[in-house]
């Protein structure tokens, strides 16, 4: 059975730091692409940052491009977004998500929909005050 658990989020000020972690079992994560996406109260669902499976490659939106980092540890199992300084407009419930094959262009990713995850965690909250 695949699970992947998010932690890491929490309470933070602005211009404060947070590391996101997914960890995931059931799957090995080196084969699969990662996603974290995050929804805002009343905002659609955003994809925020993309690592490849294969490449490696990584995509950002231009709002977190610079702050946010997302990465991968085979060891572990476990994938990070490591989220620096930090705006009240990332608060945010944030999601991984992994899918086969990988990411060729920020474009390909964007255009992704996302019931083409198969697999998703159950979100953690990150609030950003001002």
């Known amino acids: 059975q695949v699970q992947l658990v998010e932690s890491g989020g929490g309470l933070v000020q602005a211009g404060g730091s947070l590391r996101l972690s997914c960890a995931a079992s059931g799957l090995t994560l080196d084969y699969y692409s990662v996603t974290w996406f995050r929804q805002a109260p009343g905002k659609e669902r955003e994809g925020v940052s993309c690592?490849?499976?294969?490449?490696?490659?990584?995509y950002y939106i231009d709002s977190v491009k610079g702050r946010f980092t997302i990465s991968r540890n085979s060891d572990t199992n476990t994938a990070y977004l490591e989220m620096n300084d930090l705006k009240p407009e990332d608060t945010a419930v944030y999601y991984c998500?992994?899918?086969?094959?990988?990411?060729?262009?920020?474009?390909?990713?964007?255009?992704?929909?996302?019931?083409?995850?198969?697999?998703w965690g159950q979100g953690t909250q990150v609030t950003v005050s001002s």
């Open positions: 998500a992994t899918r086969r094959g990988d990411f060729l262009s920020f474009s390909v990713w964007s255009q992704i929909p996302m019931d083409e995850y198969p697999y």
């Open positions: 690592i490849s499976s294969s490449d490696g490659n990584t």
